[in-house]
C-alpha cells in the first residue's frame, strides 16, 4: 500500500478518498486553489499545497503544478476523483513519466471511451449491445439522413466528442432532419472543436442504467447496477440501487456485457458502463444498450457502496498499489436497497439557478450518511459547482430505504442559502416514483407539481416572528426578561418576495397571541417547548434577522427593520441604512451630491428582490460608507448626508 497519496480534487469527493486513505493509515496531501485556503478538504489533509487562482484553470486542472506538489511531499501516488483530470489521458501519461501511480485506469482505456462513435465500436465488436445506429465516418448529410431513415424515427443526433448533452438532437422526422443536423454538428464544433455526429434510435421511454466495474487490467467484475433515470436535462439528481423492476436474468446480461466491456480495454481500477434501457413494457434481458464508459468513479458510487458492502475507493487504492482484485464475482451480493439524493445550493423557482452564499448553519441527520465538502460558516462560491453534499440512506428493502430517504431530506438542515431541498423532497413523494415507475422523462413531465412550493402556513410565520422578535427563549420568560419586552408589537417580515406584517400580543408568562396572514396564531411555551396553533415548533436556526425553519418545505423568514419604514415615512434623515441583510448592487451617488427627498440613492438585493432605497429628504451626500457588490448586515448604514442646516 502507499504511504502518501495526493488527491487532485476538492470538496466532497476529496473528502471522502481522504476518510479511505486515513482508515487506511495512508497519508494525505491535498491541493486548493486561494479560493479554498481554508476548505474542509484542506483541513483533513495531512499536508496541503496551494495552487493558486481560483478558476479551475488557474488551479485543480494545472497538471504539472499537481506532479510538482506530489515530489515535493513524498506521495507516492495520485487520486484525480471524479471532474477536473480524472478523464485525461495526457495526464495519466504525464503521472506515469514523473514516476507516480495514477489511481485510475491506463490512458489508453480513457482514449479508447473517449469518442462516441470509436468507443461503440470497440464495444460491438466486445459483443456489447449498441443502440441501432450509424457511426461512419462519412459525414454527407444526404448520407446521415438516409442513414437515419434506415434507422427509422424518432433518431438521436449526437456529437460524437459530446457530452452533458452538448450537440445531442432529437429528431422526430425526416423533414426536421437537415435542420437538426445542422444545429447539432454547429453546436458540436463550437463546444468541442469537433463537428462529427452519429446517428442512432432514439429509445422511447428510456432509463438509464449504469453497472459499476472494477478491473485489474486483466480481468473484471461487475458490482451491479445503479438505476439513474431521475435527471432534470440530462443531470442525474437522485439516483439508486439496485434498478426498480430488475430481473436476476437481466442483471447477469449486464452484467456479463459490462464486465466483457471493461475486459476488451484492459481496464483497471474503478469504472462504470452506462446503458440506455427500453422502459416501456417492462425490463427485458435484450432491451439494453452500451452508452458510454465513464473512466473514473462515479459521483453516484456510494449507493453501490451502500448495497453491496465494498469501499470502492479502498479497492481504487489497493488495485493501484498492485494488489489483485480483491475478490471474485460469486463473493459479491446485494443487501437492501440504497438511494442518494443531490443537495445542491440552487435557486429552483427561479429556475435552479445556481445559488451561492455563506452557509449559517447545516446539519445532516443520523441514520444517513452525507458526503460533503462543507461544513456550517463555509462559503457556497461561485467558482465550482454549488453542490452542498450527497444525502445517501439504505434499507433492507426499497420501501423502507425511500421512507428513510424522505425523513433525512426533512432533517437535513441548512441556513444561508436556497437548495434544492424542497424539490428533492417533493420528488422523493411522488407517486410513480414510490411504485418505481421512473424513466428520464419523469422530471421534466412533472416539473410543475415538483416545484410548486406549499402555501405558506400561519402557525410556520408565527414561529418566524415570535423568534424574529427575540421572544422565544424560554429562560428570558422564566428569568422575567421578556417583560422589558412591549405588550405589543407590530413587525415586518420578507417571506420569499412578499411583506408580510406581524401583531404580537403578549397575554402572560409564555403565551403569545400572533396575528399574521389574516390569522391569529396561539403560540404557547410549555415543558417541551413551543407550540404553535398546537404544532410543536420546527427545527429552526436563526442569525441576523433571519430565521430559517427546516422541514419538508424549508422556510427563509427575514425581519424588515422598522428604520426602513421610518425612512419611507420621511423620518430619520441623515442615514440611510441597509433594511435587511443583501447585496449592495449599486449606488447612485458620490460624496458631495444634491440630492431630493425620495431620490433612489442606493439598490440593495436581497430575498431574490431589488429594494431602492430612497432619500427621506432634500440634502448634500456626506459620505458613501459602501461599495457596490458587498455584502452588507441588516441596519449597517450605506450612505450619511450632511446634517440639516436649523
Ligand atoms: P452526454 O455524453 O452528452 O451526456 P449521453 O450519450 O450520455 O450524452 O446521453 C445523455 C442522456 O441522453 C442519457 O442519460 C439519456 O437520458 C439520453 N439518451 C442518450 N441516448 C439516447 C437514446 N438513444 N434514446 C433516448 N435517450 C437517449
Excluded at 63 to 84: E, K, L, R, S
Excluded at 371 to 391: N, Q
Excluded at 422 to 438: D, I, M, P
Excluded at 599 to 625: C, T, Y
Amino acid at each position: 500500500m502507499f504511504d502518501t497519496v495526493l488527491i487532485a480534487n476538492r470538496g466532497e469527493i476529496a473528502c471522502r478518498v481522504m476518510e479511505t486513505c486515513r482508515r487506511l493509515g495512508v497519508r494525505t496531501v491535498a491541493v486548493h486553489s486561494d479560493v479554498d485556503a481554508q476548505a474542509r478538504h484542506v483541513e483533513m489533509a495531512d499536508v496541503a499545497v496551494s495552487l493558486g487562482g481560483a478558476s479551475p484553470a488557474e488551479s485543480y486542472l494545472r497538471g504539472d503544478a499537481i506532479i510538482a506538489a506530489a515530489q515535493a511531499t513524498g506521495a507516492q501516488a495520485i487520486h484525480p476523483g471524479y471532474g477536473f483530470l480524472s478523464e485525461n489521458p495526457d495526464f495519466v501519461e504525464a503521472v506515469e513519466a514523473a514516476g507516480l501511480v495514477f489511481i485510475g485506469p491506463p490512458a489508453s482505456a480513457i482514449r479508447a471511451m473517449g469518442l462516441k462513435d470509436a468507443a461503440k465500436d470497440v464495444m460491438a465488436r466486445a459483443g456489447v449491445p449498441v443502440v441501432p445506429g450509424y457511426q461512419g465516418s462519412d459525414q454527407s448529410p444526404g448520407l446521415l439522413a438516409s442513414e437515419a431513415a434506415k434507422i427509422g424515427y424518432p433518431v438521436l443526433i449526437k456529437a460524437v466528442a459530446g457530452g452533458g448533452g452538448k450537440g445531442m438532437r432529437l429528431v422526430e422526422n425526416a423533414g426536421e432532419f437537415a435542420d437538426a443536423l445542422k444545429a447539432a454538428q454547429s453546436e458540436a464544433l463550437a463546444a468541442f472543436g469537433n463537428g462529427h455526429v452519429l446517428i442512432e434510435k432514439f429509445i422511447t421511454s428510456p432509463r438509464h442504467i449504469e453497472m459499476q466495474v472494477f478491473g485489474d487490467g486483466t480481468r473484471a467484475v461487475h458490482l451491479f447496477e445503479r438505476d439513474c433515470s431521475l435527471q432534470r436535462r440530462h443531470q442525474k439528481v437522485i439516483e439508486e440501487a439496485p434498478a426498480p423492476g430488475m430481473s436476476a436474468e437481466m442483471r447477469a446480461a449486464m452484467g456479463q456485457a459490462a464486465v466483457r466491456a471493461a475486459e476488451a480495454i484492459g481496464y483497471r481500477g474503478a469504472g462504470t458502463v452506462e446503458f440506455i434501457v427500453d422502459g416501456s413494457g417492462g425490463l427485458r434481458p435484450d432491451g439494453f444498450w452500451f452508452m458510454e464508459m465513464n473512466t473514473r468513479l462515479q459521483v453516484e458510487h456510494p449507493v453501490t457502496e451502500a448495497i453491496t458492502g465494498v469501499d470502492l475507493v479502498e479497492w481504487q487504492l489497493r488495485v493501484a498499489a498492485g494488489e489483485p482484485l480483491p475478490c471474485a464475482q460469486e463473493d459479491l451480493s446485494i443487501r437492501g436497497h440504497a438511494f442518494e439524493a443531490r443537495l445542491y445550493a440552487e435557486d429552483v423557482p427561479a429556475g435552479f439557478l445556481p445559488a451561492t452564499g455563506r452557509l449559517a448553519h447545516l446539519a445532516f441527520p443520523e441514520g444517513a450518511r452525507a458526503d460533503t465538502g462543507v461544513r456550517s460558516g463555509d462559503e457556497v462560491s461561485p467558482h465550482y459547482d454549488p453542490m452542498i453534499a450527497k444525502v445517501i440512506v439504505h434499507g433492507p428493502d426499497r420501501d423502507v430505504a425511500l421512507r428513510r430517504l424522505r425523513r433525512a431530506l426533512e432533517e437535513t438542515e441548512v441556513a444561508g442559502t436556497v437548495t434544492n431541498l424542497a424539490f428533492l423532497g417533493a420528488l422523493a413523494q411522488h407517486e410513480g416514483f414510490s411504485r418505481g415507475e421512473v424513466d428520464t422523462g419523469l422530471i421534466g413531465r412533472d416539473l410543475e407539481i415538483l416545484i410548486a412550493v406549499e402555501d405558506t402556513e400561519p402557525a410556520a410565520l408565527a414561529q418566524a416572528a415570535v423568534m424574529l422578535a427575540g421572544l422565544q427563549d424560554a429562560r428570558d420568560w422564566l428569568s422575567g426578561f421578556t417583560l422589558w419586552q412591549p405588550l405589543s408589537q407590530r413587525i415586518a417580515l420578507c417571506v420569499g418576495d412578499k411583506k408580510v406584517m406581524a401583531e404580537l400580543c403578549v397575554l402572560g408568562a409564555g403565551r403569545v397571541d400572533v396575528a399574521i396572514a389574516g390569522q391569529v396564531v396561539a403560540a404557547r411555551l410549555g415543558s417541551r417547548g413551543w407550540r404553535f396553533n398546537g404544532q410543536a415548533a420546527r427545527a429552526a436556526h436563526v442569525e441576523d434577522g433571519r430565521v430559517t425553519l427546516f422541514g419538508a418545505v424549508p422556510l427563509e423568514v427575514v425581519r424588515i427593520d422598522p428604520l426602513e419604514q421610518a425612512g419611507e415615512a420621511g423620518a430619520g434623515g441623515d442615514l440611510i441604512e441597509a433594511p435587511m441583510p443583501g447585496l449592495v448592487r449599486e449606488i447612485f451617488v458620490a460624496a458631495g451630491a444634491r440630492v431630493a427627498k425620495g431620490d433612489r440613492l442606493a439598490i440593495l438585493e436581497a430575498m431574490k428582490m431589488e429594494h431602492a432605497l430612497r432619500a427621506a429628504r432634500d440634502g448634500v451626500v456626506a459620505e458613501v460608507l459602501a461599495e457596490p457588490g458587498g455584502q452588507v448586515a441588516a441596519g449597517a448604514a450605506l450612505i450619511r448626508l450632511e446634517a440639516e442646516e436649523t
